[in-house]
């Protein structure tokens, strides 16, 4: 019968899944998981913990405040 992981039967297998598939979904899938891999390698190098900087910390008060404000306003104007 043959060993099952020759080098005729991964070919085989191969074709197939380039049959299947195409080149270009195959490209794009390799490139998805390259991509993912080099994302996880920089979070595991990084601590996993990203700081913000002063600028983005003030975007995201301002987002957070904004609401907020605009939520007192309108209740201070029902109950006046």
Known sequence: MGDLFSIQHLLLLLLIVVLVFGTKKLRN???????AVKGFK??????GTT???GEEKRSLDAAVSTPVQEATTVH?????
């Open 42 to 47: 920089e979070g595991m190098a990084g601590g």
């Open 51 to 53: 700081e913000a900087t």
């Open 29 to 35: 899938i390799g490139a998805d998981l390259g991509g």
């Open 76 to 80: 201070e104007k029902t109950h006046s």
